[in-house]
C-alpha cells in the first residue's frame, strides 16, 4: 500500500482518540480485574473475557486501523510485530494477514450471508434453558447462582416452548437431553448456512471476529461490537432461568406470554443494532481481503 493511500494521524490526534478509548473501556476493564483480583466471577460481564479468548490488555489497547499512518512517538505501536514503519511514522503490517485469508474469507462469509436473512425471532431465548434441561442444580454452569423455577418447571417449559436454536456454539453446550430436542443439527461446517441475524450469539459473535482481525481492525469497531455483545448477554441471562436479582438484572420470565412478548421486543432491538455493525464489519474485513491479495499480486 503506498502512503498516498494512508491517513496520516499526528501524535496529538492519535493519542486524543487513545484516550478517548481507553475512557469507553475502563467500565468494562476496571471491574472484571477487580473481580478476578476477590477471586470472584460475574455469569453476565465475565462472559466475553471467559467465553472468547481475548484479554482485558487487548481490549484496551488502542490501535487505528489499517488505513493509518502514525507519526510521533510509535515506538510502543513498532514494537508489535503487526506494525512496520511506513516512513518516519508507523502503520499496521498487513502482510501478516496473508496466512489468514482462509479464516477472514470465513469471517466474511458469515457476516454477509447472515445479512441476507431475516430475522428469526421464534427460538425465544431457548437456548439457556436447553443447557440446564433435566439436570439437578449443582450440575450446571453458573452452580454459584440459584434457578429461578425447578428442574421439572425448567423442562416443562422447554418441552412446551421447543428448541430451534441455529447456533454451533449454543448447541454444543445443550445437556445430552436437549440435543435431540433441536429442530435443527447446526455444525461448524455449516455455520455460514445457519446463522440468522436475530440471534444473540450470532450478534455477540461480531465481537470475536472483529477481535480476529485487530490490529487491522480499529478499536473503535472493535469496542461497538463489544458493547452490543453485552447488551446481548445482559438479554441472554434476563431470560436465562438463572435468578440473577441479586446482581441487578430483573428476569424475564419466559414462562410467560407477556416475558416471550417482552423478550422478542428486546431480541429485535439487538438485532437492530447488530444489523448496522455487521454490515460495517463484513465491508471492513472486505476491504482488508481486497488489499491483501491486491498486495500479493504485486509482489
Not at 469507553?24 to 479468548?53: C, K, M, N, Q, S
Not at 472483529?210 to 490490529?215: E, G, L, R
Not at 438485532?271 to 448496522?276: G, K, R, V
Amino acid at each position: 500500500m503506498s502512503h498516498d493511500a494512508l491517513i496520516e494521524l499526528d501524535e496529538p490526534e492519535w493519542t486524543a482518540r487513545q484516550a478517548r478509548h481507553q475512557e469507553r473501556t475502563e467500565p468494562w476493564i476496571a471491574p472484571r480485574l477487580e473481580r478476578r483480583r476477590l477471586g470472584r466471577t460475574h455469569p453476565v460481564d465475565d462472559f466475553l473475557f471467559d467465553y472468547y479468548p481475548y484479554s482485558v490488555g487487548k481490549l484496551a489497547t488502542w490501535h487505528p486501523g489499517h488505513r493509518f499512518v502514525l507519526f510521533g512517538s510509535v515506538d510502543p505501536f513498532l514494537a508489535s510485530p503487526s506494525y512496520r514503519r511506513e516512513g518516519a511514522g508507523a502503520t499496521a503490517d498487513l502482510a501478516r494477514l496473508t496466512a489468514q485469508q482462509p479464516r477472514l474469507r470465513f469471517a466474511i462469509d458469515v457476516l454477509e450471508r447472515t445479512a441476507t436473512r431475516a430475522p428469526n425471532l421464534g427460538c425465544l431465548g431457548m437456548h439457556e434453558w436447553a443447557m440446564v434441561y433435566r439436570l439437578a442444580p449443582q450440575e450446571v454452569r453458573h452452580s454459584s447462582h440459584p434457578l429461578r423455577l425447578s428442574p421439572h418447571e425448567i423442562a416443562d417449559v422447554v418441552d412446551e416452548i421447543g428448541l430451534r436454536c441455529t447456533h454451533i456454539d449454543a448447541f454444543r453446550f445443550f445437556t445430552p437431553a436437549a440435543v435431540p430436542l433441536n429442530a435443527h443439527e447446526p455444525t461448524r461446517a455449516t455455520q455460514p448456512d445457519w446463522e440468522q441475524p436475530a440471534c444473540l450469539h450470532a450478534n455477540m459473535d461480531l465481537y470475536k471476529y472483529a477481535s480476529w482481525f485487530s490490529p487491522f481492525v480499529g478499536s473503535d469497531l472493535v469496542a461497538d461490537c463489544f458493547d452490543v455483545a453485552r447488551g446481548a448477554r445482559e438479554l441472554d441471562m434476563s431470560a436465562a432461568p438463572y435468578d440473577l436479582e441479586s446482581l441487578g438484572y430483573r428476569p424475564i420470565r419466559m414462562e410467560t406470554s407477556e416475558g416471550r412478548r417482552e423478550y422478542v421486543r428486546r431480541q429485535t432491538a439487538v438485532a437492530a443494532q447488530a444489523a448496522e455493525l455487521r454490515s460495517e464489519l463484513a465491508s471492513a474485513l472486505a476491504t482488508l481481503e481486497s488489499t491483501v491479495l491486491n498486495q500479493a499480486q504485486l509482489e
